[in-house]
């Protein structure tokens, strides 16, 4: 169990451009869902706690007109790079935290993370 | 604020032990957690430790110290797979958020 999936895995993308990535949690639902970031060689960077139903929260310095987050259901997040421009090229990784019951409450489940290339 | 340090990068042999530290500084504390990374794919999950104390698991350890904002995980008998990051990550207090240290890029060597 616990399995979460992040389509595409691969993207590249003129500048510009909008690029849509799918975070889904296969096998639990899950309230809140994270989005990192992560530059070569450095360590995940959250961007934003999405939760279900509500408007996503972001950190200090994600611009959320640019990086459009949506919760729509139990077990599926969005998140939107609008306009993407070269600096936006990253590996985003999204997690899931399951509700509790059978899995443990405390732990987040990674999906298998999406390179986005602007060119 | 909140502030997290490990060493950017260690090297062990195979078949060694290895410690890695981790000293966070966190407005709150709801758990602290160790993460595998290899590169190019997502974190996977090692070790959890809420209370002060040793957790064991297989191959890997790992200690808390929440009055000294200390953790270590210990690897032992080191295999050539177990090269990769290793990540600290704390719960805060505050809302349910993970944060993540730099990461120690651990290589073991033959």
């Known amino acids: 169990g616990a399995v979460v999936s992040q389509h595409p895995s691969r993207v590249i993308c003129k500048s510009g451009t909008s690029v849509k990535i799918e975070c889904r949690s296969l096998d639990f639902q899950a309230t809140t869902m994270f989005w990192y970031r992560q530059f070569p060689k450095k360590s995940l960077m959250l961007m934003a706690t999405?939760?279900?139903?509500?408007?996503?929260?972001?950190e200090q310095g994600v611009e959320k007109d640019k990086f459009l987050i949506n919760h729509a259901s139990l077990t599926l997040s969005t998140l939107t790079v609008t306009s993407a421009h070269p600096e936006d090229s990253s590996f985003y990784i999204c997690?899931?935290?399951?509700?509790?019951?059978?899995?443990?409450?405390?732990?987040?489940?990674f999906g298998p993370g999406t390179r986005l290339t602007v060119t | 604020g909140q502030n997290i340090d490990q060493p950017t990068e260690m090297t062990a042999t195979e078949g060694a032990i290895v410690q890695i530290n981790c000293t966070y500084q966190t407005s709150g504390f709801n758990g602290l957690f160790w993460y595998q990374q290899h590169a190019g794919e997502a974190p996977t999950f090692l070790s959890y430790?809420?209370?002060?104390g040793l957790e064991e698991k297989g191959r890997f350890s790992s200690f808390l110290s929440r009055s000294k904002g200390y953790s270590y995980l210990l690897l032992k008998e080191l295999q050539m797979k177990d090269s990769a990051s290793y990540l600290c990550a704390v719960r805060g207090g505050q809302g349910q958020n993970f944060v993540f240290g730099p990461g120690t890029r651990l290589s073991v060597l033959p």
């Open positions: 999405s939760n279900e139903g509500s408007k996503a929260t972001y």
């Open positions: 997690s899931a935290m399951p509700l509790a019951g059978g899995l443990p409450s405390y732990e987040q489940y």
């Open positions: 430790n809420v209370l002060d």
